[in-house]
């Protein structure tokens, strides 16, 4: 006998509230970053000189770009996940560990949007 | 509230310390480690959006010797996580959950991780050098 109500057993959510979502946009988001990590480390590798004027022809490049906006984005995204779950596992302390979480989750949008918003001047030629 | 009378869930202390566990903790380490490294490829990318000058400065930052032993230790981090986040993916296929297959594919990600490395360096130092 299942001491699970009705309601619950039809939302699916768990005693975490939220289900499986979580854990499948880490999967979602890893699996991305399985193209994407290689993608980055492989075309500065190919790219030879490192140079200012290289390095901004290439990142300007319209593949390049939307590629690295990707890359970042996945990469903030899956970061958040992965740390959430470090945070959630050892403090225990319930003040601190929503504290920590939301620092965590802004400082992620804000280096992402930082980010972001880098490569988009420089696609977009507004770099000096 | 009688929390501390739910039962508990032993103390890892009490289980003998095995290679697999090691690893486990070490793709965390490695995850939680590249979140910090986050940083350095949002500086870079912010340094070419800030022009020529600021872009130099970051070159002369990424090339100083301190710098670089932190980016090898990035890179092995990188290829870690990448090659045991390989191997939990299969996992989650329902594939390899065996002792010996954990075992065994806990070795491949270690060598696959040093490997790549030691590749990667290489074939950077050689680029460096022509």
Known sequence: MSLRSPIGRVLGLGAAHEGVSHWWTQRVSAVALLGLGPWLLISLLVLGAHDYATVVQWAARPWNAVLLVLTVATLFYHSYLGVQVVVEDYVSHKGAKVAALLTLKFLHVVLAAIAIFAVLRVALGAAP | ?130
């Open chain 2, 1 to 130: 509230m009688a929390t501390h009378e739910r039962p508990l869930s032993p103390h890892l202390q009490v289980y003998r310390w095995q290679y697999t566990m090691a690893l486990s903790i070490l793709h965390r380490i490695t995850g939680v480690t590249l979140s910090v490294g986050a940083l350095l490829l949002v500086y870079w990318l912010s340094a070419i959006a800030a022009g020529a000058a600021a872009y130099e400065r970051a070159a002369a930052f990424f090339a100083h010797p301190l710098m670089r032993v932190l980016l090898v230790a990035f890179s092995f981090c990188f290829f870690y996580h990448f090659a045991n986040g390989v191997r939990h993916l299969v996992w989650d296929l329902g594939i390899g959950l065996e002792r010996r297959q954990a075992r065994l594919s806990g070795r491949v990600a270690i060598s696959v991780a040093v490997a790549l490395t030691i590749a990667f360096w290489l074939v950077v130092s050689l680029r460096d050098a022509s």
